[in-house]
């Protein structure tokens, strides 16, 4: 199985960037579906982003569409979610999660049996 830890969040002030990283470990990172969620207090894991195994399809929430991007570098082994034009809404705790799919993109949680721990993210007003 594949080991995923996050990193990256912090604090930030509306309208910034903020870059958040997923370093995997423990099997081929290539043959993994990347995503991230997040999860703000008191409400469901939600889908933001994802990326198929080769980096040539994304998909977002459209709550994010525009302003996140998620990359991936496999010969690092690492998945990006670079946020832009950060807004209070988007304080949430980030995971990174993986699963072993070929094909599309997942955006329901229970399809990820791969997570990481989480970082979180705050942005102030």
């Known amino acids: 199985q594949v080991q995923l830890a996050e990193s990256g969040g912090g604090l930030v002030q509306a309208g910034g960037p903020l870059r958040i990283s997923c370093a995997a470990s423990?099997?081929?990172?290539?043959?993994?579906?990347m995503a991230w969620f997040r999860q703000a207090p008191g409400k469901e894991r939600e889908f933001v982003a994802g990326i198929s195994r080769g980096g040539s399809r994304t998909d977002y929430a459209d709550s994010v569409k525009g302003r996140f991007t998620i990359s991936r570098d496999n010969a690092k082994n690492t998945a990006y979610l670079q946020m832009n034009s950060l807004k209070p809404e988007d304080t949430a705790v980030y995971y990174c999660?993986?699963?072993?799919?070929?094909?599309?993109?997942?955006?329901?949680?229970?399809?990820?049996?791969?997570w990481g721990q989480g970082t979180q993210v705050t942005v102030s007003s």
């Open positions: 999660a993986a699963q072993l799919r070929s094909y599309g993109i997942g955006y329901s949680p229970s399809e990820y049996p791969y």
């Open positions: 423990g099997r081929t990172f290539s043959n993994y579906l």
